[in-house]
């Protein structure tokens, strides 16, 4: 391991993190389905879209939305697919898919409250090409699992943990495409030994908290917090892990039994009930909290941000060196942030 000299970033987190979850952020409707701009897709939209029909071609015409040049029944497809109040997109994103889809959201609860904070599902962050997908507000309780044998000191007490307000998390571990196209190096260690195309979308390591903080500020994202983090991984469930239907832990995660001594490109492993990949093994990921084994017991039980200062960060899920006492939902590694590890990455968050 390396001493990489701190650069401050870590201290600045919490005030940082603080103002992202309460300033206001811009919004936009992005629907491409309100022909007439309202907000609102409706039958003033198809009546729009009729008067369009079969006219000549007209480069950016509103009722054209699958941009092909001419308004034909795809158009009119497109419309009532996107039928009722459009969600609204963040300004740095670019959507993908307005709606969750109940092949990817299976957990029914989650999806009606995606649904219900009029926030477009899952989008693109224009700065860094991240996919992400939305996390609604909710309540869970956190920590050590009820009948976790795994669990230790640092995870109890069990408590009831409230976020109020919905966040953007990173559909997949952050790549070593995605790092080096903002940093321009890439500081992983595991860079070969599988097929040239997919070393790139490996998870990026060797990333002490500082330089994942370099590339979150200059694109805009940010850490998860601890309860963040642990809240998306596991996605309505409140077992060790998030597997469900007789899922065995080597079909969510790589860890040391299946790992092969390497990282693995992300999203090869089923998804939670919020679609996130790797949540749990591939590499450890940094959060924004610092680490105290009895925070627990006095934290906030709303938007809790972690201890104010402290001597270690804490990181989450696991990794492909780690036994599965680690890969589980609760378990709270804590290490200095200038450590460079091999098995050690980030996931990105945003505030919408």
């Excluded at 480069?59 to 969600?87: F, H, K, T, Y």
Aim: proline share 8%; hydrophobic share 40%.
């Amino acid at each position: 391991m390396q001493r990489i000299p701190e650069m401050g970033h870590a201290r600045r987190c919490a005030t940082a993190l603080a103002a992202a979850i309460t300033t206001a952020p811009a919004l936009a409707n992005d629907c491409p389905g309100d022909v007439n701009g309202d907000g609102v897709v409706q039958s003033r939209d198809i009546t729009a879209l009729l008067g369009d029909w079969g006219g000549p071609p007209s480069e950016g015409l509103a009722s054209d939305i699958d941009a092909s040049g001419i308004v034909d029944a795809r158009d009119l497809a497109l419309l009532l697919q996107a039928w009722g109040a459009c969600p609204l997109a963040p300004l740095w994103a670019t959507v993908i898919e307005a709606m969750p889809d109940p092949a990817v959201v299976t957990n029914p609860a989650l999806r009606a409250a995606i649904e219900a904070t009029g926030l477009a599902w899952r989008v693109r962050d224009r700065a860094s090409g991240i996919e992400m997908l939305l996390v609604p507000p909710g309540s869970f309780m956190m920590g050590a699992s009820p009948g976790d044998e795994a669990a230790f000191f640092g995870e109890f007490p069990l408590h009831l943990v409230t976020l109020s307000h919905a966040y953007y998390l990173g559909r997949y571990e952050v790549t070593q495409r995605e790092y080096e196209a903002v940093m321009e190096f890439n500081p992983s260690w595991n860079t070969e030994n599988l097929d040239p195309e997919l070393n790139p979308l490996r998870p990026v390591e060797s990333t002490p908290l500082d330089w994942a903080g370099v590339f979150l500020s200059f694109t805009g994202l940010r850490l998860p917090t601890e309860a963040e983090w642990e809240f998306a991984c596991r996605a309505g469930t409140s077992t060790p892990t998030y597997a469900v239907d007789g899922q065995l832990l080597g079909d969510l995660a790589w860890y040391s039994p299946n790992g092969r001594g390497m990282t693995q490109p992300v999203g090869r492993k089923i998804a939670n009930a919020l679609g996130f990949h790797d949540m749990l093994g591939n590499v450890w990921e940094w959060v924004s909290d610092w680490y105290s084994s009895k925070y627990y017991a006095e934290s906030p039980r709303v938007d809790p941000t972690g201890p104010e200062f402290g001597e270690f960060h804490i990181i989450r899920g696991g990794s492909w060196y780690a036994p599965d006492s680690n890969v589980r939902a609760s378990f709270r590694g804590a290490i200095p942030g200038w450590f460079v590890l091999s098995d050690t990455g980030f996931r990105a968050a945003r505030t919408p």
